[in-house]
Protein backbone atom coordinates (compact mmCIF):
# COMPACT_ATOMS: atom_id res chain seq x y z
CA UNK A 1 0.00 0.00 0.00
CA UNK A 2 1.09 3.60 -1.10
CA UNK A 3 1.77 5.84 1.57
CA UNK A 4 0.43 9.21 1.93
CA UNK A 5 1.70 12.37 0.03
CA UNK A 6 2.10 14.78 2.71
CA UNK A 7 3.24 18.55 3.51
CA UNK A 8 5.15 20.55 5.16
CA UNK A 9 5.67 23.91 5.96
CA UNK A 10 8.26 26.23 7.74
CA UNK A 11 8.08 29.54 9.07
CA UNK A 12 11.58 31.54 9.25
CA UNK A 13 12.70 30.20 5.67
CA UNK A 14 13.23 33.24 3.90
CA UNK A 15 11.69 33.80 0.49
CA UNK A 16 12.31 37.31 -1.89
CA UNK A 17 11.30 37.99 -5.52
CA UNK A 18 13.92 39.40 -7.27
CA UNK A 19 12.25 42.52 -8.80
CA UNK A 20 15.50 43.11 -11.60
CA UNK A 21 15.40 39.06 -12.39
CA UNK A 22 12.47 37.75 -11.35
CA UNK A 23 13.52 35.09 -9.69
CA UNK A 24 11.98 33.87 -6.52
CA UNK A 25 14.32 32.11 -4.36
CA UNK A 26 13.89 30.07 -1.07
CA UNK A 27 14.08 27.19 1.51
CA UNK A 28 11.04 25.03 1.30
CA UNK A 29 12.49 22.55 4.08
CA UNK A 30 14.95 22.93 6.99
CA UNK A 31 17.47 19.88 7.93
CA UNK A 32 17.30 19.47 11.94
CA UNK A 33 14.79 21.43 13.51
CA UNK A 34 12.55 19.65 15.20
CA UNK A 35 8.67 20.94 14.80
CA UNK A 36 5.82 19.68 16.67
CA UNK A 37 2.73 17.89 14.60
CA UNK A 38 0.57 18.16 17.93
CA UNK A 39 0.39 13.94 17.89
CA UNK A 40 4.45 13.48 17.44
CA UNK A 41 7.63 15.95 16.95
CA UNK A 42 9.32 14.94 13.60
CA UNK A 43 12.42 16.53 12.07
CA UNK A 44 13.77 16.31 8.23
CA UNK A 45 17.91 14.50 8.58
CA UNK A 46 20.00 16.12 6.12
CA UNK A 47 20.22 14.36 3.00
CA UNK A 48 16.67 13.06 2.98
CA UNK A 49 16.06 14.88 -0.77
CA UNK A 50 18.87 12.90 -2.31
CA UNK A 51 18.42 10.15 -3.87
CA UNK A 52 15.00 11.43 -4.97
CA UNK A 53 16.82 14.74 -6.70
CA UNK A 54 19.36 12.46 -8.12
CA UNK A 55 17.53 9.69 -9.46
CA UNK A 56 15.70 12.74 -11.80
CA UNK A 57 12.53 13.50 -9.62
CA UNK A 58 10.14 15.75 -12.17
CA UNK A 59 9.65 18.56 -9.72
CA UNK A 60 7.45 21.34 -9.86
CA UNK A 61 6.69 24.99 -8.48
CA UNK A 62 3.31 25.65 -7.70
CA UNK A 63 1.76 28.26 -5.50
CA UNK A 64 -0.32 26.63 -2.56
CA UNK A 65 0.25 23.25 -4.01
CA UNK A 66 -2.39 24.20 -6.61
CA UNK A 67 -1.49 22.28 -9.92
CA UNK A 68 -3.40 24.69 -11.66
CA UNK A 69 -0.74 27.11 -11.11
CA UNK A 70 2.44 25.96 -11.93
CA UNK A 71 5.52 28.58 -11.60
CA UNK A 72 8.40 26.18 -12.98
CA UNK A 73 9.43 22.83 -13.16
CA UNK A 74 13.28 21.71 -13.24
CA UNK A 75 12.84 19.22 -16.34
CA UNK A 76 12.02 22.39 -18.31
CA UNK A 77 14.57 24.29 -16.68
CA UNK A 78 12.36 27.00 -14.83
CA UNK A 79 13.10 25.86 -11.41
CA UNK A 80 16.30 24.61 -9.75
CA UNK A 81 15.96 22.82 -6.34
CA UNK A 82 18.99 21.41 -4.53
CA UNK A 83 19.78 20.31 -0.93
CA UNK A 84 22.66 22.32 1.21
CA UNK A 85 23.84 22.49 4.85
CA UNK A 86 20.53 24.65 6.01
CA UNK A 87 18.00 22.68 3.51
CA UNK A 88 16.21 22.04 0.59
CA UNK A 89 16.77 25.25 -1.80
CA UNK A 90 14.94 26.15 -4.61
CA UNK A 91 15.07 28.98 -7.75
CA UNK A 92 11.77 29.26 -9.15
CA UNK A 93 11.94 31.56 -12.91
CA UNK A 94 8.34 32.09 -13.09
CA UNK A 95 6.18 32.59 -16.45
CA UNK A 96 5.36 36.10 -17.44
CA UNK A 97 2.14 36.58 -16.43
CA UNK A 98 -0.17 38.38 -14.41
CA UNK A 99 -1.13 35.95 -12.18
CA UNK A 100 2.95 34.97 -11.25
CA UNK A 101 3.90 38.40 -11.52
CA UNK A 102 0.87 39.25 -8.75
CA UNK A 103 2.78 36.43 -6.75
CA UNK A 104 6.11 37.69 -6.93
CA UNK A 105 4.96 41.37 -6.06
CA UNK A 106 3.02 39.78 -3.19
CA UNK A 107 6.43 38.04 -2.34
CA UNK A 108 8.27 41.24 -2.53
CA UNK A 109 5.60 42.93 -0.39
CA UNK A 110 6.08 40.35 2.08
CA UNK A 111 2.49 39.46 1.99
CA UNK A 112 3.48 35.84 1.17
CA UNK A 113 6.43 34.89 3.37
CA UNK A 114 6.12 30.88 3.55
CA UNK A 115 7.12 28.28 1.26
CA UNK A 116 6.13 24.53 1.64
CA UNK A 117 6.57 20.76 -0.23
CA UNK A 118 4.81 17.57 -0.94
CA UNK A 119 6.68 14.26 -0.31
CA UNK A 120 5.90 10.58 0.07
CA UNK A 121 7.80 9.18 2.84
CA UNK A 122 10.19 6.37 1.91
CA UNK A 123 12.39 6.61 4.87
CA UNK A 124 11.41 7.41 8.68
CA UNK A 125 12.63 6.48 11.72
CA UNK A 126 10.66 6.80 15.10
CA UNK A 127 12.35 7.53 18.46
CA UNK A 128 9.51 6.19 21.39
CA UNK A 129 9.04 8.55 23.91
CA UNK A 130 7.99 7.65 27.74
CA UNK A 131 7.06 11.09 29.03
CA UNK A 132 6.53 12.83 25.37
CA UNK A 133 5.52 12.71 22.03
CA UNK A 134 7.38 10.10 20.21
CA UNK A 135 10.42 12.00 17.55
CA UNK A 136 9.66 11.12 13.80
CA UNK A 137 12.80 11.38 11.62
CA UNK A 138 12.78 11.76 8.25
CA UNK A 139 15.53 9.96 6.89
CA UNK A 140 14.34 9.87 2.88
CA UNK A 141 11.43 11.29 0.79
CA UNK A 142 9.97 11.12 -2.44
CA UNK A 143 9.80 14.88 -3.70
CA UNK A 144 6.68 16.55 -5.66
CA UNK A 145 6.79 19.68 -5.73
CA UNK A 146 7.74 23.47 -3.73
CA UNK A 147 5.35 26.01 -3.53
CA UNK A 148 5.27 29.58 -2.25
CA UNK A 149 2.26 29.34 0.35
CA UNK A 150 -0.15 31.80 1.58
CA UNK A 151 -0.71 30.13 5.31
CA UNK A 152 1.76 28.44 7.12
CA UNK A 153 0.44 24.84 6.87
CA UNK A 154 3.39 22.56 8.73
CA UNK A 155 0.08 21.82 10.37
CA UNK A 156 -1.70 20.74 6.83
CA UNK A 157 -1.70 17.44 8.85
CA UNK A 158 -5.62 15.67 6.77
CA UNK A 159 -3.07 13.59 4.67
CA UNK A 160 -0.85 12.89 7.32
CA UNK A 161 -3.05 12.14 9.99
CA UNK A 162 -4.18 9.63 8.01
CA UNK A 163 -1.05 7.52 7.81
CA UNK A 164 0.08 8.06 10.79
CA UNK A 165 0.85 3.96 12.22
CA UNK A 166 -0.27 2.97 15.26
CA UNK A 167 0.14 -0.57 16.83
CA UNK A 168 -2.70 -2.18 18.76
CA UNK A 169 -2.48 -5.02 21.77
CA UNK A 170 -1.82 -7.85 19.21
CA UNK A 171 1.38 -5.59 18.33
CA UNK A 172 -0.25 -5.50 14.56
CA UNK A 173 0.52 -2.25 13.03
CA UNK A 174 -2.08 0.29 10.68
CA UNK A 175 -2.41 3.03 9.85
CA UNK A 176 -5.51 5.70 10.61
CA UNK A 177 -6.91 5.50 7.23
CA UNK A 178 -7.26 1.75 7.63
CA UNK A 179 -8.37 1.96 10.95
CA UNK A 180 -11.18 4.98 9.89
CA UNK A 181 -11.85 2.86 6.56
CA UNK A 182 -12.46 -0.01 8.93
CA UNK A 183 -14.64 1.82 10.92
CA UNK A 184 -16.81 3.34 8.25
CA UNK A 185 -17.42 -0.47 7.13
CA UNK A 186 -18.51 -1.70 10.14
CA UNK A 187 -21.35 1.51 10.27
CA UNK A 188 -22.35 0.35 7.10
CA UNK A 189 -22.68 -3.17 8.05
CA UNK A 190 -24.64 -2.26 11.58
CA UNK A 191 -27.01 0.71 9.28
CA UNK A 192 -27.66 -2.56 6.75
CA UNK A 193 -28.66 -5.20 9.55
CA UNK A 194 -31.13 -2.22 10.87
CA UNK A 195 -32.81 -1.48 8.06
CA UNK A 196 -33.67 -5.44 7.61
CA UNK A 197 -34.74 -5.74 10.58
CA UNK A 198 -32.16 -7.28 12.92
CA UNK A 199 -30.92 -6.60 16.22
CA UNK A 200 -29.20 -3.28 16.24
CA UNK A 201 -28.14 -3.24 19.92
CA UNK A 202 -24.44 -3.05 18.41
CA UNK A 203 -25.13 -0.56 16.64
CA UNK A 204 -22.21 2.14 17.51
CA UNK A 205 -23.70 5.42 19.13
CA UNK A 206 -22.22 7.92 16.98
CA UNK A 207 -21.21 11.20 17.98
CA UNK A 208 -19.03 13.70 15.62
CA UNK A 209 -16.61 11.41 15.31
CA UNK A 210 -16.21 7.42 14.58
CA UNK A 211 -13.33 7.70 17.71
CA UNK A 212 -16.41 9.33 19.55
CA UNK A 213 -18.17 6.60 19.70
CA UNK A 214 -19.27 3.23 21.07
CA UNK A 215 -17.91 0.91 18.39
CA UNK A 216 -19.47 -2.43 17.71
CA UNK A 217 -17.93 -5.48 18.92
CA UNK A 218 -16.71 -6.70 15.49
CA UNK A 219 -14.70 -3.08 15.56
CA UNK A 220 -12.76 -3.34 18.99
CA UNK A 221 -9.76 -3.59 17.79
CA UNK A 222 -10.02 -0.73 15.88
CA UNK A 223 -11.75 1.43 18.47
CA UNK A 224 -8.77 0.38 20.70
CA UNK A 225 -6.41 1.71 18.16
CA UNK A 226 -8.09 5.09 17.22
CA UNK A 227 -8.21 5.15 21.12
CA UNK A 228 -4.22 4.81 21.19
CA UNK A 229 -4.30 7.54 18.57
CA UNK A 230 -6.11 10.10 20.67
CA UNK A 231 -3.70 9.75 23.46
CA UNK A 232 -0.54 10.90 20.69
CA UNK A 233 -2.78 13.61 18.65
CA UNK A 234 -4.54 16.93 18.98
CA UNK A 235 -8.44 16.36 18.27
CA UNK A 236 -8.39 19.16 15.62
CA UNK A 237 -6.67 17.05 13.79
CA UNK A 238 -8.37 13.80 13.73
CA UNK A 239 -11.42 15.55 13.41
CA UNK A 240 -9.54 17.02 10.20
CA UNK A 241 -8.92 13.32 9.09
CA UNK A 242 -12.01 12.01 9.19
CA UNK A 243 -13.80 15.05 7.92
CA UNK A 244 -11.59 14.82 5.05
CA UNK A 245 -11.98 11.18 4.37
CA UNK A 246 -15.81 10.60 4.96
CA UNK A 247 -17.23 13.51 2.22
Known amino acids: MAKAIERRCFSGAEMRADEETGKITGYAALFNRETDLGWEREMIAPGAFARSLNNGADVRALFNHDPNIVLGRNTA ?5 WEDERGLAFEITPPATAQADGIAESIRRGDITQSSFAFRPVVDERISSE ?7 LREV ?29 GETRTVGQIIDDWKEAESRN ?8 DASNTPDV ?14 DSYSEIRQLNDRATQSCLSEAIQGNTK
Request: include cysteine; charge should be negative.
Open 77 to 81: GTLKV
Open 131 to 137: NGKDLRI
Open 142 to 170: ELFDVSPVTYPAYEDTVASARSVEVRNEA
Open 191 to 198: DADADNGD
Open 207 to 220: DSEPCLATTPQDNQ
